[in-house]
């Protein structure tokens, strides 16, 4: 089940997937997956920038968590600009960590005797330092999520270190990874098994394709 994420840009008669009603739909089509028990699919992190700035950042975040709010199952486009028509390595690298603040987010708060530590406030109290407990230590790392290309640092240090950006950060640790690389290699009998799915549905006609969506190609009833 896919969600049908294209909104239309009525000035230009284009699609814009990274409209803000993009993730709207995405969300209720999520929501009606649910009521058929079905798996669904969709559009994440997608936006019209043409290049990687402010838009792109704004316009990907939108589509993105109401995906994963709603509980998408493979949500797909990640690291690309133009609806998906570019697609940029370091951009692919931010979208990996505006998943995992999509996914804390997701997460919320969990709220239990351990997680409170009233023994830990009571013994701090409200001047104590927090940062010192052992609970602080024990607990941060899964409270807290740290996306490695953003920097936090003090002003100072960040302007000693050489004022790198975010997106500096990420495009030279996608160059990192890309030199790093070794690719996997999968069992021969599942390669030959891939492609030869790769040739069937390679060999399938436009007609075929839409007939699916036709009232014939469709049994309402069993869903």
């Known amino acids: ?33 649910r009521r058929y028990g079905l798996p669904c699919r ?14 792109a950042g704004a316009e990907r975040m939108a589509t993105l968590l109401p995906a994963v709010l ?4 493979f949500i797909t486009c990640a690291g690309t600009l133009d609806g998906t ?20 987010i997701a997460r919320g708060i969990q709220v239990n005797d351990d ?9 701090v109290g409200a001047s104590g330092n927090y940062l010192a407990s052992p609970h602080t230590a024990a607990h941060y790392r899964q409270e807290l999520y740290v996306p490695p290309s ?11 270190d050489g004022r790198r950006a975010a997106l500096e950060r990420a495009r030279e640790r996608a160059r990192d990874i890309l030199s790093r690389h070794q690719p996997r290699t999968l069992d021969p009998a599942l390669e030959r098994e891939l492609e030869a799915y790769r040739q069937l549905v390679a060999g399938r006609t436009l007609e075929e394709f839409y007939s699916f969506e036709s009232e014939d190609g469709q049994d309402l009833n069993t869903l």
């Open 1 to 33: 089940y896919g969600t049908v994420s294209t909104v239309a840009n009525m000035r230009l008669g284009t699609v814009a997937l990274g409209a803000v009603e993009t993730g709207i739909i995405t969300a209720a089509s999520a929501q009606l997956a």
């Open 115 to 123: 997680t409170l530590a009233l023994d830990v406030i009571r013994r």
């Open 150 to 160: 953003f920097p936090r640092e003090p002003y100072e240090r960040w302007e000693k």
């Open 85 to 104: 028509m570019l697609e940029s390595d370091p951009l692919l690298v931010l979208d990996d960590e505006l998943c995992g603040a999509a996914l804390r």
């Open 70 to 73: 709603a509980g998408v199952n």
């Open 42 to 55: 969709s559009v994440g992190g997608t936006t019209e920038a043409k290049v990687e700035d402010f838009q």
